[in-house]
């Protein structure tokens, strides 16, 4: 499975409470690029002044709940085991390591990197599975806005997933017997079979 470049980005507008997508021209992606690599270098700093003073195993763990550690397979399954984080994906990839962040506000992040890339905070252009603890959560948080080519299709299991066919870069998930709330994001377009085929195989890491 290959991950290419997103010519698109979401964006949080805080005034209207809504998300909008731009392409890598428009101005908004540029100044949100800008803004990322400010974060990025203030967060990093102060995630490394943060753990300093710490163990080298409590130092790894800190960057590892920061999403800048990748970890293989059985680390990251021991790693949220152990920390008891509620986080879904869509299983283990063959070349592939992985990252998490949870805002400590019912949302964990799961993304997945091909050996080998580089993880910053500036490109998160990869494949990612973020969990919504609820429906309060997921309307109080940044996700995807439905479009007018929004597709609403049940899976054999009994979840909804909407997704827009116009883009086919992501799909909204929401299960029948849970009230948590995936959405799994591409870094490019996907067939649509893929998305509902991804879609049964969300489940929480184990």
Do not use: C
């Amino acid at each position: 499975m290959s991950v290419g470049v997103s010519q698109a980005v979401l964006y949080f507008d805080e005034e209207k409470r809504v998300v909008h997508r731009h392409s890598r021209n428009h101005s908004h992606f540029k100044w949100h690029l800008g803004l990322d690599a400010l974060l990025t270098s203030i967060v990093v700093v102060g995630v490394m002044a943060l753990v300093s003073t710490h163990s080298s195993s409590s130092r790894v763990t800190q960057l590892q709940h920061s999403g800048v550690v990748a970890m293989s397979t059985s680390d990251f399954i021991q790693h949220v085991k152990e920390y008891q984080i509620k986080a879904d994906w869509l299983g283990p990839i063959s070349g592939y390591k992985y990252t998490h962040i949870d805002n400590s506000l019912g949302v964990v992040s799961v993304t997945y990197w091909p050996e080998g890339s580089g993880i910053t905070e500036v490109n998160r252009s990869a494949l990612t599975v973020t969990t919504y603890e609820n429906q309060g959560v997921y309307q109080t948080n940044m996700h995807p806005l439905e479009d007018p080519n929004t597709a609403t299709i049940v899976s054999s299991s009994g979840a909804t997933v909407k997704f827009s066919e116009a883009s086919l870069d992501y799909e909204i998930v929401t299960f029948k017997n849970s009230p948590e709330i995936d959405v799994v994001s591409y870094p490019t377009s996907q067939l649509a079979t893929t998305l509902m085929k991804h879609a049964e195989a969300l489940k929480p890491v184990s």
